[in-house]
């Protein structure tokens, strides 16, 4: 089961290098794919980073937590907020929960640096930002997919909020 389980992981990794539009993720990989189960227990990765592993069972948590009675079959769920266990703004959390005859038994989830947070620099990272709020657009936990129906308010929202929106909008949907 374990070795199915990193198989899929595996899967999860080349379809986002792939799938990928920006440089960022596409090239120089800076992302990781995980499975956790229901307890979001870490269970299985493939060739993650292990800055990004560190602490994703913990928000992976957190995003449970935060739609503990409204998580449902064909959502997907955002998140970039340090504060609940992120790494910094510009890693991009989605996750993925997954079902089998009803119950949830694991989340699916990838965890990458984006191109542009929307900074008042045009990039992921700026040396001169004093304080989180300086460094781009904080999201909390959010319902990106609801039930297998994309949330458009919430995809012109984070581009409403980038430059390199089609770049962006591309690697959100890879």
Same mark, same amino acid.
């Given at each position: 089961? +374990?070795? =199915?389980?990193?198989?899929?992981?595996? *899967?999860?990794? +080349?379809?986002? *290098?792939?799938?990928?539009?920006?440089?960022?993720?596409?090239?120089?990989? %800076?992302?990781?794919?995980?499975?956790?189960?229901?307890?979001?227990?870490?269970?299985?990765?493939?060739?993650?980073?292990?800055?990004?592993?560190?602490?994703?069972?913990?928000?992976?948590?957190?995003?449970? !937590?935060?739609?503990?009675?409204?998580?449902?079959?064909?959502? &997907?769920?955002?998140?970039? %907020?340090?504060? =609940?266990?992120?790494?910094?703004?510009?890693? $991009?959390?989605?996750?993925?929960?997954?079902? &089998?005859?009803? *119950?949830? $038994?694991?989340?699916?989830?990838? =965890?990458?640096?984006?191109?542009?947070? @929307?900074?008042?620099?045009?990039?992921?990272?700026?040396?001169?930002?004093?304080?989180?709020?300086?460094?781009?657009?904080?999201?909390?936990? /959010? !319902? +990106?997919?609801?039930? @297998?129906?994309?949330?458009?308010?919430?995809?012109? /929202?984070? $581009?409403?909020? &980038?430059?390199? !929106?089609? $770049?962006?909008?591309?690697? /959100? /949907?890879?």
């Amino acid at each position: 089961i +374990l070795n =199915r389980l990193d198989s899929i992981t595996e *899967e999860m990794t +080349l379809t986002l *290098e792939r799938s990928a539009r920006t440089a960022i993720l596409a090239v120089s990989r %800076d992302f990781s794919c995980a499975i956790f189960d229901q307890d979001c227990r870490q269970i299985a990765m493939h060739d993650a980073l292990p800055v990004h592993t560190n602490s994703f069972n913990l928000l992976i948590a957190e995003i449970s !937590k935060a739609f503990e009675d409204d998580i449902r079959d064909g959502d &997907v769920f955002m998140c970039n %907020d340090p504060s =609940r266990y992120n790494t910094h703004i510009a890693d $991009l959390v989605t996750a993925l929960p997954v079902f &089998v005859d009803g *119950e949830l $038994l694991f989340w699916a989830a990838t =965890r990458g640096h984006q191109l542009d947070v @929307g900074a008042f620099v045009p990039a992921s990272m700026s040396a001169a930002a004093t304080n989180v709020w300086e460094e781009g657009l904080c999201i909390p936990p /959010l !319902k +990106l997919v609801d039930a @297998g129906r994309m949330r458009n308010d919430v995809i012109e /929202l984070y $581009l409403a909020n &980038v430059r390199y !929106k089609e $770049l962006l909008h591309a690697d /959100l /949907l890879a």
